[in-house]
């Protein structure tokens, strides 16, 4: 697929080991890879954020990352849709292809990027507009005009989100007297409006109460037909109950600058990683030997 051309914390042990959900599910299907990632390193400056990170990421499944604070999870999914583009000082080495196109390829749009790859944040941040205006921003950018079309694509978008039925009849209230789990599905709509092929997630579920949660996680899965998604958790129960694929990251010292570095440990199918990880590293953080 051609994209067209417009022109640090420290680490802390585990308060204490977790139960983890076993899978028994088999191996997710090798479906069509959608981000090739080959030797990816982050830098902010001098400092190396992230170092050798190879992976491919495949359509239509959820990928977890999952490692402890300051491990690069949050870095590394940020590469995916080039929002570093906007910290002074950041890059990114190695390759990253999307669909076979260098993502940071002279030719290739950042805009164009990020209207593929949409993203959801670990708190919900709906504009200070009404409901309705929260979901047609995109397409309104995006050269939609005609009220007809942004009503289909507001109720499509926000059915698709499980939240339609609790809003339908408030559309013009604003997004800000939701509640915070409405937020975020606000927020998943909103971003799923412009039809990207990608949702990047980054802690979705962390500011919301059990309940709310629960309502993400069936989101997610139900989405996941239409999307690929890759979502960053700190909730390893989560990661077992929703993802296909897990890659676990931690940090150790940089002999280069003498800095801890987040590094890629192990990425495998997630029912593997839960019940027999190939690394020790990931057996003591997954059992809570090390967090």
């Not at 490692?67 to 590469?79: D, I, V, W």
């Not at 990661?239 to 801890?260: C, G, I, P, Y």
Request: glycine share 6%.
């Amino acid at each position: 697929m051609q994209i067209e051309t417009p022109r640090p914390s420290t680490l802390t042990p585990a308060p204490a080991p977790l139960h983890i959900e076993r899978r028994t599910a088999p191996a997710p299907e090798a479906t069509e890879v959608v981000f090739d990632v080959d030797n990816v390193e982050v830098f902010y400056g001098q400092f190396r954020a992230v170092r050798g990170v190879t992976m491919k990421i495949h359509k239509n499944q959820i990928t977890a990352f999952i490692g402890p604070s300051g491990c690069g999870k949050t870095t590394m999914l940020r590469a995916f849709n080039r929002m570093h583009d906007v910290i002074p000082g950041a890059r990114v080495a190695g390759t990253l292809r999307y669909h076979g196109v260098d993502l940071y390829g002279p030719e290739v749009s950042a805009t164009e990027v990020r209207r593929r790859i949409g993203m959801v944040f670990q708190k919900p941040n709906p504009f200070p507009k009404s409901i309705y205006d929260n979901i047609a921003f995109g397409p309104r950018v995006n050269g939609v005009r005609g009220k007809a079309d942004l009503d289909v694509i507001v109720e499509k978008s926000l059915r698709a989100a499980a939240l339609w039925d609790e809003v339908k009849d408030r559309l013009r209230n604003s997004a800000l007297g939701m509640s915070g789990g409405q937020q975020q599905r606000l927020c998943i709509a909103r971003t799923i409006a412009v039809e990207p092929e990608v949702v990047l997630m980054d802690e979705p579920c962390s500011a919301l109460d059990p309940i709310a949660t629960a309502r993400i996680e069936e989101l997610m899965r139900e989405l996941k037909s239409r999307f690929t998604i890759v979502i960053v958790t700190h909730n390893m129960q989560q990661a077992a109950r929703v993802s296909d694929r897990t890659a676990f990251f931690t940090a150790e010292l940089d002999s280069k600058n003498d800095q801890r570095t987040g590094i890629l440990v192990e990425y495998d199918a997630t029912a593997k990683m839960f019940s027999n990880p190939s690394d020790e590293r990931t057996e003591n953080y997954i059992t809570g030997r090390f967090g």
